[in-house]
């Protein structure tokens, strides 16, 4: 039997434990209608210059392809959530604007995000959760 070394056991937990918090996240999220890559496609826009990115920026941001970012994208236009806004300098990029029912939505949903971030969270102290946020900088 071969044992695991603690790289792969950390790993193995960290994509267990993400697979576990964005399950219970999305749970909140529902309720507004939204998934939790739809949140973080929502709070980059809101953190963004003019509330507005590069499809492919926010693509990287998220973590998923640029054709994944346009397929996420096309149901949240349907839904009022974003819109396609034309480049001035250069037609060929493609960029997406946080609409205000996406400013609502998000500000609606950054509430129960964070009320799942806190219960999610609470069995750690205030030092703990500051060593793994660091820990989890320095990974990233």
């Given at each position: ?14 994509s ?107 069995r750690?102290?205030?030092?703990q ?12």
């Amino acid at each position: 039997m071969q044992t695991t070394t603690p790289q792969a056991e950390f790993i193995m937990m960290q994509s267990a434990l993400s697979t576990k918090l964005t399950r219970r996240v999305e749970g909140q999220l529902s309720f507004h209608g939204i998934s939790f890559t739809e949140f973080m496609i929502l709070r980059f826009l809101n953190e963004a210059p003019k509330k507005t990115m590069r499809r492919i920026d926010l693509a990287e941001r998220v973590g998923i392809s640029a054709s994944g970012v346009t397929r996420l994208l096309a149901p949240m236009e349907k839904r009022k959530l974003v819109e396609k806004e034309a480049n001035a300098r250069d037609a060929r990029v493609s960029l997406v604007k946080l609409s205000k029912a996406g400013e609502r939505t998000y500000k609606e949903a950054s509430v129960s995000f964070e009320h799942s971030a806190e219960f999610l969270s609470e069995r750690l102290s205030e030092n703990q959760l500051s060593t793994l946020l660091g820990l989890s900088r320095e990974l990233a």
